[in-house]
């Protein structure tokens, strides 16, 4: 068991000193003992110091999964400050939101992004220098040379740190953007002890130990990213780590690296269940699968108990308690006579406590009573990054988190959410919220009334859906509209159909009922969220 005490870089120091030629991280030609990946996460931390980045400050990173990520999480861990991942999946206006919003003084971008960034340059006011990770794909882009790599020379040119800051449980050091009912991303503040306190939970149920090998599959800009390969760092164990989730090279990946646990997003489980030749590929390695982060249409999820036995974990989590805080584990998923159980979101993890209250009063309510599901657990974020308010909305005086996701809890105190408080869609993996679209798309002359609901897809759990009520004298043209969403919007947040209604339908107080704007797509489903 990790000890409550012990920061990040402590847990760095002490596998570097007593396992220091075993293997650390593996990213694909790339290999790191822990020796190896200690002296650079101190290297990068005394260059970092050297440009003046110091207790406090954030830097940030703009790329696909890259090694040079988890290092600079590891290194701000070391000096004070916090490494602010970007969603690179972002529109170009929301990238610079976040990055303005975390104030960040460096910004890492890999070759994909080098060219974005060089237009984007002049909003970035408070990015001091930009520093390209990556160095092929960026010299082949127009050959100009944007993108070529400056991370090793910047690491090469400086001694280890050997002075770690004296950082406390509730110092962060990772800041993961999750987006808000406003229409604007949070910094949600990942502190040393709650990101191991996370881990320390999940190694105990899911038995994992400094043996296994734990494949980080999912951007390190999701919780599923980079806590997972935290949770992989805290135990020990070897991390092998894809650039980008592809279904097909992921599964290859288990037999040929001896993947004992991973994470997966439904989506991508379902193309994998299609991948030719996916029966025939190894699979005896894998002991845990764990999937969550959107809804898992139930044809997907009996293709892959087929594809892979009983080894599935349902996950139920949040950015704000640094991932899981539920699991529905194999014995539920391959009993027949406890099948109503695979919509549910299982029992609370070790560590943690969830219940449901009523979102008005905030009293406790009793068995399958609906309600708003709270959990309280060591896991917690410190906060939202500058947003003290949104805080104290989330996060009660006596510690619990107000999720936001409506549910019940059943007799055998299983969990099952059926709703979502706060009208967020799950896509794919991806959070959004409606407030984000409405906000854009009440901007075009068109538009007099709009409400955004989810809606169900058979690929991604369920996609955005836009319902207009046309302004006085204007007309709607839906693809014109769409064409205005993508301009602002990240793809994966745009509205994927255009409805256009005479009204929208409120209640007497005037607030729009998106439940019935629900209804019509939701009849006959068993669940519209996981």
Same mark, same amino acid.
């Given at each position: 068991?990790?000890?409550?005490?012990?920061?990040?870089?402590?847990?760095?120091?002490?596998?570097?000193?007593?396992?220091?030629?075993?293997?650390?991280?593996?990213?694909?030609?790339?290999?790191?003992? &822990?020796?190896?990946?200690?002296?650079?996460?101190?290297?990068?931390?005394?260059?970092?110091?050297?440009?003046?980045?110091?207790?406090?400050?954030?830097?940030?990173?703009?790329?696909?999964?890259?090694?040079?990520?988890? +290092?600079?999480?590891?290194?701000?861990? &070391?000096? !004070?400050?916090?490494?602010?991942?970007?969603?690179?999946?972002?529109?170009?206006?929301?990238?610079?939101?976040?990055?303005?919003?975390?104030?960040? @003084?460096?910004?890492?971008?890999?070759?994909?992004?080098?060219?974005?960034?060089?237009?984007?340059?002049?909003?970035?006011?408070?990015?001091?220098?930009?520093?390209?990770?990556?160095?092929?794909?960026?010299?082949?882009?127009?050959?100009?040379?944007?993108?070529?790599?400056?991370?090793?020379?910047?690491?090469?040119?400086?001694?280890?740190?050997?002075?770690?800051?004296?950082?406390?449980?509730?110092?962060?050091?990772?800041?993961?953007?999750?987006?808000?009912?406003?229409?604007?991303?949070?910094?949600?503040?990942?502190?040393?002890?709650?990101?191991?306190?996370?881990?320390?939970?999940?190694?105990?149920?899911?038995?994992?130990?400094?043996?296994?090998?734990?494949?980080?599959?999912?951007?390190?800009?999701?919780? !599923?990213?980079?806590?997972?390969?935290?949770?992989?760092?805290?135990?020990?164990?070897?991390?092998?780590?894809?650039?980008?989730?592809?279904?097909?090279?992921?599964?290859?990946?288990?037999?040929?690296?001896?993947?004992?646990?991973?994470?997966?997003?439904?989506?991508?489980?379902?193309?994998?269940?299609?991948?030719?030749?996916?029966?025939?590929?190894?699979?005896?390695?894998?002991?845990?699968?764990?999937?969550?982060?959107?809804?898992?249409?139930?044809?997907?999820?009996?293709?892959?108990?087929?594809?892979?036995?009983?080894?599935?974990?349902?996950?139920?989590?949040?950015?704000?308690?640094?991932?899981?805080?539920?699991?529905?584990?194999?014995?539920?998923?391959?009993?027949?006579?406890?099948?109503?159980?695979?919509?549910?979101?299982?029992?609370?993890?070790?560590?943690?406590?969830?219940?449901?209250?009523?979102?008005?009063?905030?009293?406790?309510?009793?068995?399958?009573?609906?309600?708003?599901?709270?959990?309280?657990?060591?896991?917690?974020?410190?906060?939202?990054?500058?947003?003290?308010?949104?805080?104290?909305?989330?996060?009660?005086?006596?510690?619990?988190?107000?999720?936001?996701?409506?549910?019940?809890?059943?007799?055998?105190?299983?969990?099952?959410?059926?709703?979502?408080?706060?009208?967020?869609?799950?896509?794919?993996?991806?959070?959004?919220?409606?407030?984000?679209?409405?906000?854009?798309?009440?901007?075009?002359?068109?538009?007099?009334?709009?409400?955004?609901?989810?809606?169900?897809?058979?690929?991604?759990? +369920?996609?955005?859906?836009?319902?207009?009520?046309?302004?006085?004298?204007?007309?709607?043209?839906?693809?014109?509209?769409?064409?205005?969403?993508?301009?602002?919007?990240?793809?994966?947040?745009?509205?994927?159909?255009?409805?256009?209604?005479?009204?929208?339908?409120?209640?007497?107080?005037?607030?729009?009922?998106?439940?019935?704007?629900?209804?019509?797509?939701?009849?006959? @489903?068993?669940?519209?969220?996981?």
């Amino acid at each position: 068991m990790i000890d409550p005490t012990s920061t990040v870089s402590s847990l760095l120091r002490t596998h570097a000193t007593e396992r220091p030629d075993d293997e650390a991280l593996r990213f694909g030609d790339v290999r790191r003992t &822990w020796s190896e990946l200690d002296v650079r996460v101190r290297r990068l931390a005394a260059a970092l110091r050297a440009e003046g980045i110091g207790p406090g400050d954030r830097v940030a990173v703009l790329d696909l999964n890259h090694p040079s990520c988890l +290092e600079l999480s590891l290194a701000c861990a &070391w000096i !004070g400050a916090a490494n602010a991942v970007v969603n690179f999946r972002l529109a170009p206006p929301e990238i610079v939101y976040v990055i303005g919003d975390a104030r960040a @003084r460096l910004l890492l971008v890999g070759p994909e992004f080098a060219g974005a960034v060089g237009q984007m340059r002049d909003e970035l006011g408070a990015v001091e220098r930009v520093l390209h990770v990556g160095g092929e794909a960026g010299r082949s882009a127009g050959g100009t040379g944007i993108g070529t790599d400056e991370y090793e020379a910047f690491l090469a040119a400086h001694e280890p740190d050997t002075d770690p800051y004296d950082a406390g449980p509730g110092d962060c050091f990772v800041q993961l953007y999750t987006s808000g009912t406003t229409g604007f991303p949070k910094g949600a503040m990942l502190t040393h002890g709650a990101m191991l306190a996370h881990a320390a939970h999940v190694a105990a149920d899911f038995e994992l130990t400094p043996t296994d090998v734990v494949q980080v599959a999912m951007p390190l800009f999701h919780v !599923g990213g980079t806590s997972y390969a935290f949770l992989a760092l805290a135990q020990g164990a070897r991390i092998v780590m894809a650039r980008m989730p592809d279904p097909a090279a992921l599964l290859d990946m288990v037999a040929a690296e001896g993947i004992t646990h991973t994470f997966w997003a439904p989506a991508l489980m379902g193309a994998m269940t299609q991948v030719p030749g996916a029966a025939e590929r190894d699979y005896s390695s894998m002991r845990a699968i764990s999937y969550g982060a959107s809804p898992m249409p139930l044809p997907v999820m009996r293709a892959s108990l087929a594809l892979f036995g009983p080894k599935l974990h349902q996950v139920y989590g949040m950015t704000e308690a640094c991932g899981v805080v539920s699991s529905l584990g194999p014995e539920d998923h391959g009993d027949p006579a406890v099948e109503h159980r695979l919509v549910s979101a299982g029992t609370p993890i070790t560590g943690c406590t969830i219940e449901v209250r009523d979102p008005a009063t905030g009293e406790r309510l009793g068995t399958d009573e609906p309600g708003e599901i709270w959990v309280r657990t060591d896991q917690l974020m410190s906060g939202y990054w500058d947003k003290p308010e949104a805080t104290a909305a989330a996060i009660t005086p006596d510690g619990w988190l107000r999720s936001g996701d409506g549910g019940h809890i059943d007799a055998d105190g299983y969990v099952y959410v059926t709703d979502r408080i706060k009208d967020m869609i799950v896509s794919g993996g991806e959070n959004v919220y409606p407030a984000e679209i409405e906000r854009v798309l009440a901007e075009h002359p068109s538009v007099g009334d709009v409400a955004v609901i989810g809606v169900p897809d058979d690929r991604w759990g +369920e996609v955005p859906k836009a319902c207009v009520v046309a302004a006085p004298g204007a007309t709607v043209d839906p693809e014109e509209l769409l064409v205005h969403a993508r301009a602002h919007l990240a793809s994966f947040k745009c509205p994927k159909t255009v409805d256009v209604l005479s009204e929208l339908p409120r209640n007497p107080t005037g607030k729009i009922l998106k439940k019935d704007l629900r209804a019509p797509f939701w009849a006959g @489903r068993e669940r519209s969220t996981v």
